[in-house]
């Protein structure tokens, strides 16, 4: 689970509070607090006159000091101007007002579904399934990580996705070519845990909840990590000791990796293969409405963008047509 953010003082405690109020994720609030907190370094002046000269500033800063990519740009320009809006009250411009010169924000084209498979080729292990799910599933990088043996619904098909981005819980498919391996990679990581328990290990934190539970709740098989991290760390709390979730950074490597051994003249991210799938399945004729819960997006216009260029599919369900699965 993500830490939550510390923030120093008694203004950035403000904010974080006006986050929570306002339903933000902790990976969000934990990226807002630390661009804000850098905002008001580059620009130490008092806060009533900070403004849309100074964000500016701030933005050409990245762009020409730092050379930030087009995505963290974005992420820089929506805490100030969650900052400006729901903490100082005076909102910003548009973004596109506030964004430097020749600027363009652009998902480039989709992967096709050839390309998709040439990167599935050359992975392995779980980082093979990670990709599966990306792809065959819609699920985002963290939430993939977050899933626990109980969220996999193997009679069914589905995958319940109970943290995802803003907090909002969502099924998705369970891909019908990742069900086999990962009832392998589960039966592994059975007896891996239950190893841990003899040697006085296998808890987890538990997610949020507001009814109590015992203790004994962290040991127990179906709360495991259905991806954990290799090592076992010790709890600074005298607690049982315990696996976090696999982080982030190996499948984003080993996912890109992929992608240049399949000989692509492009970068495929964790999100590329997420795309992908939407753009496919909107190409051989799903719902946009029921796509759009699938994949967890707030606005349709997140959804319809993905509509352009593809083939139908068939790899990510098996034998089936994309429109024939759950």
Not at 91 to 116: D, F, I, K, N
Not at 165 to 174: E, I, Q, Y
Not at 186 to 195: P, T
Not at 288 to 303: D, F, V, Y
Request: with cysteine; hydrophobic share 40%; proline share 7%.
């Amino acid at each position: 689970m993500p830490k939550a953010p510390r923030p120093r003082g008694p203004f950035l405690e403000s904010v974080l509070r006006r986050m929570r109020e306002r339903g933000l994720g902790a990976r969000t609030q934990e990226a807002y607090l630390r661009w804000i907190q850098r905002f008001l370094r580059f620009q130490p002046r008092p806060l009533h006159e900070l403004g849309e000269p100074e964000v500016q500033a701030f933005v050409e800063y990245l762009v020409e000091e730092l050379d930030v990519s087009h995505s963290t740009r974005g992420q820089a320009l929506s805490a100030l101007s969650f900052l400006f809006r729901q903490v100082l009250l005076r909102p910003l411009g548009a973004s596109r007002q506030l964004a430097p010169a020749g600027w363009r924000r652009s998902a480039g084209a989709p992967l096709t579904h050839e390309q998709v498979q040439a990167v599935l080729i050359e992975l392995r292990g779980q980082h093979r399934l990670i990709a599966e799910l990306l792809y065959g599933g819609g699920l985002r990088i963290h939430e993939c990580l977050q899933l626990r043996v109980k969220d996999l619904d193997f009679a069914e098909g589905l995958v319940h996705v109970r943290d995802g981005t803003g907090r909002h819980r969502r099924v998705a498919v369970l891909p019908t070519s990742a069900r086999e391996p990962l009832q392998q990679h589960l039966s592994w990581l059975r007896a891996q845990h239950a190893r841990d328990l003899r040697c006085h290990a296998g808890a987890v934190p538990l997610p949020a909840s507001p009814l109590p539970r015992p203790p004994a709740a962290a040991l127990k098989w179906e709360w495991q990590w259905v991806f954990p991290s290799r090592h076992v760390q010790d709890d600074p709390h005298g607690g049982p000791s315990y696996r976090r979730a696999l982080h982030a950074s190996a499948p984003q490597r080993a996912i890109r990796r992929a992608g240049q051994l399949a000989g692509l003249h492009r970068a495929v991210t964790c999100t590329t293969l997420r795309n992908a799938i939407a753009a496919h399945q909107l190409e051989d004729g799903r719902d946009l409405r029921r796509l759009r819960n699938l994949r967890g997006h707030r606005q349709a216009s997140s959804t319809r963008r993905h509509s352009r260029l593809l083939d139908c599919i068939d790899g990510a369900y098996g034998s089936q047509p994309s429109h024939a699965a759950r």
